[in-house]
């Protein structure tokens, strides 16, 4: 079992950056896929990106490719997000996920794939 805590959310203009972390309980933090979701007021979480459990695979939602970068530190526990070039319409609530999957890291895109979730970290971006 894992536990997760998301920080670094916050208010922010068009055009800027935000770092997101998720940091993990338990020493088997290496054998979980992680992901990032997000979700707005009054839609269903969405995908983000996800990190193999080594480190050396990711894969991104279209909307976000090119701006975001997901990255991880098996040796803390943490998972982080760089999110640049933000936009309004990345407002949302941001959700970290685990899942004990060993598929190819494009496989973990939906929200049920995922065992363990965190309480989200709130992302504003103002136009």
């Keep these: 079992q894992v536990q ?19 940091a993990a309980s338990g020493r088997t933090f290496s054998m979980y896929t992680m992901g ?23 894969f991104y939602a279209d909307s ?27 407002t949302a609530v941001y959700y970290c996920g685990a899942t004990l999957g060993g598929y190819s890291v494009s496989y973990y895109y939906a929200a049920g794939q995922y065992n363990y979730w965190g309480q ?3 992302v504003t971006v103002s136009s």
């Design 4 to 22: 997760l805590v998301e920080s670094g959310g916050g208010l922010v203009q068009a055009g800027g950056s935000l770092r997101l972390s998720c």
């Design 36 to 58: 990032w979701f997000r979700q707005a007021p009054g839609k269903e979480r969405e995908f983000v990106a996800a990190v193999s459990r080594s480190g050396s695979s990711t």
């Design 64 to 90: 976000v490719k090119g701006r975001f970068t997901i990255s991880r530190d098996n040796a803390k526990n943490a998972v982080d997000l760089q999110m640049n070039s933000l936009k309004p319409e990345d």
């Design 120 to 122: 989200g970290t709130q």
